[in-house]
């Protein structure tokens, strides 16, 4: 090969090498920097695995973008998500990332959304009602805009008393009704006292209303003597011996 081949040969190789370099220095430093995906399936992951969906709940959330020019060194272990403290799974959170190796760690903002169907009115509801199944209807709500609450079965609120008035198509929550009364101020209640398999049952006259599990001061009707009760059953009570 003549001289002046060789020398062209040597500088078509030097300025093939010099335009790839670039490209090879931009692929190493890629190689070096964690995807900005994998920040992503990490916290999808771990949202699927803190949210079961269960009782007719749907669970869905909205990952905030992360910004594409974060640079993180690529983590050498598997990534890891958690709760920060004092941090629920509630509507807006924050989910940390973090890697063990290099040390690092970051949040990424989500918002949660939880989908079930809702008991509402399904027509106006007076004060002091008792609500029956009739009264009541289904409506898929985002549960986490319900900050008052929610029932999600007839059972949960059948039988229970209207405390104001309610307008159709409300949801319902704690705050609107009450539990139903098993015993009202002046009834006649029989009053239960049972110790070492023995029973002994008395009458006599509440002195407050009283809801199931509630205390309710008692009259008995036999001695005049006013006992300390707890609402068993409607028209029942118990002594605690």
């Keep these: 090969m003549k001289r002046s081949q060789l020398l062209h040969s040597i500088f078509f190789i030097a300025n093939a090498f010099l335009a790839a370099s670039p490209l090879l220095a931009a692929s190493l430093a890629a190689s070096n920097v964690q995807p900005i995906a994998s920040l992503q399936t990490t916290v999808t992951r771990f949202l699927g695995q803190q949210l079961p969906e269960a009782n007719g709940i749907r669970n869905d959330f909205e990952i905030s973008a992360i910004d594409s020019r974060l640079r993180l060194a690529a983590c050498a272990a598997e990534l890891e998500a958690f709760l920060p403290p004092g941090q629920r799974l509630e509507s807006n959170v924050s ?6 190796q290099p040390a690092w760690s970051l949040f990424v903002p989500v918002k949660l959304h939880r989908f079930a169907d809702v008991l509402i009115a399904k027509r106006p509801l007076l004060a002091n ?5 009739a009264d009541v209807e289904t409506r898929q709500a985002d549960l986490s805009s319900l900050s008052r609450g929610y029932f999600l079965a007839n059972a949960q609120v059948t039988g229970y008393v209207v405390k104001h008035p309610v307008v159709a198509g409300s949801v319902l929550h704690g705050g609107m009704l009450s539990p139903p009364l098993f015993v009202k101020r002046g009834d006649r209640v029989a009053v239960i006292a049972a110790t070492s398999g023995l029973e002994v049952r008395v009458f006599g006259v509440a002195l407050a209303d009283g809801m199931q599990g509630g205390r309710v001061a008692v009259r008995n009707i036999s001695s005049n003597r006013v006992i300390q009760t707890i609402v068993t059953l409607p028209g029942t009570v118990e002594v605690q011996l």
């Design 95 to 100: 989910i940390g990332v973090r890697c063990v």
């Design 129 to 133: 009602e008792i609500v029956s199944a």
